[in-house]
């Protein structure tokens, strides 16, 4: 069973432009979660989404930031018009459908970096 | 609000020693505490959890940690640190949600 996925890896923006981060969950698992690691700081949530549903984005920056988790497809976290604050890993983890384990895993990252 | 402390930003300790990583956590419910690892640019890994059964859980790699509710605590140990414990650890708190709340990690350097 393959883990969480999300490409790319690495990813290297100039001020101004769009990046997109994907994230495919693990097979089976509806719930996918998104999180910022800044330079030496923990993880800080930012969504948590099921299919075609943002459930909660208290932690995502009010604007320029956007997440979907389409029927079919990856999740996609979408970043407008980069600035160098931006730079940063940004995780994405997922769990099983259903409440009472809220076991989270988690994808090797993608570190965004803004020039 | 939830919040999870690490005490210590980096600890070093010897090859075959014993490892002490510290967390305290601050909740209004009983949490669900987990820790994780992370090697250099790569994921995080799930050592161990603790959801309200035994107090002292055991994990992979040789790793517990107990849960002590009146020290509000959930320390990670080990016995004998390898090399290849080498990483930055995270200590997570949620209190019956998905929202994980991290602290600030640890980061476990391993002398030979």
């Known amino acids: ?115 | 609000a939830q919040s999870v402390t690490q005490l210590d930003s980096h600890v070093s300790v010897s090859e075959g020693t014993p490892v002490l990583l510290r967390c305290n956590y601050s909740s209004s419910y009983s949490p669900s505490l987990f820790w994780y690892v992370q090697h250099p640019n790569k994921g995080l890994q799930l050592l161990l959890k603790y959801t309200s059964a035994a107090t002292l859980v055991k994990g992979i790699n040789g790793f517990e940690a107990e849960f002590k509710k009146s020290e509000t605590s959930f320390h990670l140990t080990k016995p004998s640190a390898h090399m290849s414990d080498a990483a930055e650890y995270f200590c997570v708190a949620t209190s019956g949600t998905y929202k994980y709340i991290f602290g600030t990690g640890t980061r476990l350097k391993v002398l030979a």
């Open chain 1, 1 to 115: 069973n393959a883990g969480v996925m999300q490409n790319p890896r690495h990813l290297v923006r100039r001020r101004g432009q769009e990046a997109r981060l994907r994230c495919s969950p693990m097979k089976g698992h509806s719930h996918v979660y998104w999180y910022r690691q800044l330079p030496e700081e923990g993880l800080k949530f930012m969504v948590y989404l099921q299919k075609e549903n943002i459930i909660d984005e208290s932690g995502m920056p009010k604007e320029r930031f956007s997440a979907e988790f389409p029927k079919e497809g990856p999740s996609i976290l979408r970043i407008q018009q980069v600035v160098r604050g931006d730079s940063a890993a940004y995780f994405c983890a997922s769990s099983p459908p259903g409440w009472g384990t809220y076991e989270q895993y988690f994808g090797p990252g993608t570190r965004l970096t803004v020039t």
